[in-house]
Every structure is written in structure tokens, then in C-alpha cells.
């Protein structure tokens, strides 16, 4: 039904206004023009610092390792109160370590053969599924009152086995979840939440060793898994980045692990951090060794302290992570501060009798270390062709973690015999010759080491 305008509203508007109106709907644009547009836009900080989000399955992998991790380390630090409350022994402690590290040392090469050959997805299920056994069963023996040193030792040895095949798996499988194009991104971003885990996991796992003890702390640990095997189990392999024409290899497992190693030590970009990361990783990143020990026995602060070092050092290594994050590449700049700034902190952490210098200096330790690590990490990555990743992250892992056994155990050994401090401060000068001996090879090499490791990686 039209509507009649008055006469005299007619008379009152202007001519212009009474003339039809012809309208362009070329000129509208369409959803797809839009999209166009909106994708041409230059992402927000948010975005690119976040970017490796995009995809599905990275979310639902990353979301679900930061819950189990946070278990993972509010176990780690109730593990190492146990032993102390059992055997009130530095030797105990560093043994445990070495126990729980050692099959990471004996292993991690053929888990990174066996990386390169299976559904890396479904392995990790399986992983997972024994890890969480292990935390449920020492759940089982501390709160029967009935766990002795012993068991304590073999279910670190059954931890120990299941972290050497899943960590080269867990690894490689960054490259499948986002692609190449956004692995320093996610390198950066897991860091970051595995330090937030470390940031979280401690605090909270402090609280309940001095609340309820250290048998709800297992307790929850081994819930802690079960979100990240729904989340393997969620994870499309569609959307997965596989390359469709790689065959799975059928030659003997010595054969591909003697390529992999070669190509590590023949290609000078991935050998500069194979020397880094074996000096480094065995010296320097003994926190689960030196934490509870400068807690115990030279600041006195208990379950509650210990748990807020380890917090601090997490808090750190989240700020550094979020950082690295929105950068494009991983630079040979970064890797060598952050390492020698790490070492000189860890040697001022040796020398510091103050709870809160302490906790000040796991700060800015947290933030170089990640600077160093995850620019280690992105860089060997980027230096593998796809099919020898497993295997080349594997050496990582064997020299980043495998060497534990080494480094945990010489610390509990020279804690004992020569004090805390100066076992500290030992590593610490151990690992600053470990930086000297990396400088020393990059510039030796440097016209074969490219400066900048993201972008393009050999495939």
C-alpha cells in the first residue's frame, strides 16, 4: 500500500529530492571482493605474533600440551620433594634426574628413526598413554604410604623412556601441524607455553605439596593427560601438512640413522648448534637438579619457595617466547646473545645468597635462555629437509635433554662434595667455554652459515 505525502510537505522539499534514486548494485561489492580486501591488509601485531593459531589442529595440539605440562611440571618439582623428604641426599637427587634422563640418552636417535616412519599422531597416543600410566602409578604408591626410593627410581626410568620417544616425535610433528611457513612461529609459541606450564605447574604445585602433599600432586598430573590425548584424537590429519609423495622407508634403521647424524655433522648451519646445544644443554639447563637444591640448602625457603624459582624462571621464558614470537625469522644475533647473557646469569645465580635477587635474576635467566633455545630449536628445523627431520631433531633432543644424565648427575656430585654454589657456578663457566667454542666455528664457517635461519628450509 503507497503512501500519500500531504500537499503542503510535497511543496516543502526540494525538487532533487522528489527525483528517482538509480542504484549501481555493480557498485556494491560482493563477499568474495571483501575478502580479498581484508586479506590484503597487513596483519595486527596480535596476529602475527599469534599467527601459527590459524590452523585447527595446532590449537587443539597447543592447548591441550599446556594443561598436561602444567602436571608434567608440578610433578617434576613434587618428584625432587620426595626424594629430599625420603633420603634427604643431593646424590639422590641428582641419581633420580639421571635415571628419569637417562633412556632420552640411550634411545632418542632410534625414536627419531621411528619418527620418520610412523603416523607421528598415533604414536604420540601412545606415548602419552604410558606417561600417564606412570604418573597414576606413583600416584597409587605415595598415597599407600608404601613408595620407597627404588620406586621412585624405576618409574622415573619408565617416564624417562616414554619422554626419548615422544619428544624428537613431538618435535617433528610441529612442521606437519603449521608448515614451514609459520614453524618459527610455532617453535616460538610452544616455548612459550611450555614455559607458562613451568610458570603455572610449580606455583600451583607448591601450594598443594604444602597443603595436601605430594601424592595430590602426582594425583593431578596424571589427570593433566587427558587433554591432550582428546586432543590428538580431535586433530584432522586432512588438514595436516604432509607432504602426499613421501614414501615410507623400508631400508635398516642403523642405515637411516647413520644419514641423519651424517647430515647433521656434514652441514655446517645444523652442526653450529649440534656444538652449542651438546655444551650448553649438559651444563647449563639443570634446573630440575640446581632449583631444588639452592632452595634447599642455600635459601631455606621450602616447597612454597622452590615452586615460585621454578615460577620465575617460567615467567621469564613466556615474556622471551611472546617476544621471539612476532618475529619472521630466527637469527645467529640472538642465538649467541641470548646464550652468553644466559650463562653470565646463571653464574650470578651461583653467587646469590637472597631469595628475591634470586628470583629476580630466574627472571631475566628465563627470558635469554628461551632467546637461545628456541632460536636453537627453529634453526635445526629449518636446517633438516623433511625427510631426515625426526632423526635431526632427535640428535637435538639427545644433546638438548639426552645429556641430563651428564649434567644432573656431575651437579648433584659436585653439590655434595663441594657445595652448592660452586657446583652452580662450575656449570655456569662450563657452558660460557660451550659459547666460545659456537663462536669460535661460526666465524670459522660463517660464508656456509646463513645468518637468518627462517624463510627457507632444505627439502
Known sequence: MAIRLPAWVLRALPRSALQPVATDLSAIPD??????????????????TFRAMRNRNYRLYYFGQMISLSGTWMQTIAQAWLVLQITDSKVALGTVTMLQFLPITVF??????????????????????????QAFALTLLVWSGHVQLWHVYMLAMVLGLANAF????????????????DVVNAVALNSGMFNAARLVGPAIGGLIIATVGVKAAFLVNGVSFFPVIAALLLMRTSEMYIDPQRAVSTTNP??????????AFRTPSALLIVILVA??????????????????????????????????????????????ASREAATKRTLFIGGAVFTLLLGAVAFSQWYFATLGLLLFMGIFSTAFHATA??????????????????LYMLLFAGSTPIGGFLTGYLAEHLGVSTAVGICAALSGVGMIAGFVYYMSHRDEIPDVAGGVAVS
Open 31 to 48: 563477499a568474495a571482493a571483501l575478502a580479498q580486501q581484508a586479506a590484503l591488509q597487513p596483519p595486527t601485531r596480535f596476529q602475527q
Open 108 to 133: 632418542v636417535l632410534f625414536a627419531g628413526v621411528i619418527a620418520d616412519r610412523v603416523p607421528k599422531r598415533n604414536f604420540l597416543f601412545v606415548t602419552q598413554s604410558v606417561a600417564m600410566s
Open 166 to 181: 615422544e619428544q624428537p616425535t613431538r618435535q617433528a610433528l610441529v612442521v606437519e601441524l603449521v608448515g614451514k611457513r
Open 254 to 263: 642403523l642405515a637411516e640413522l647413520r644419514e641423519g647424524l651424517a647430515y
Open 279 to 324: 655444551i650448553v644443554g649438559t651444563f647449563g639447563y639443570n634446573f630440575t637438579v640446581m632449583l631444588p637444591l639452592i632452595d634447599r640448602y642455600v635459601l631455606g625457603q621450602g616447597s612454597v619457595g622452590l615452586g615460585f624459582l621454578t615460577a620465575a624462571l617460567g615467567l621469564g621464558s613466556v615474556i622471551s617466547a611472546l617476544l621471539l
Open 377 to 394: 630449536n627453529t634453526s635445526m628445523q629449518l636446517a633438516s629437509p623433511d625427510r631426515l627431520r625426526g632423526r635431526v631433531m632427535a
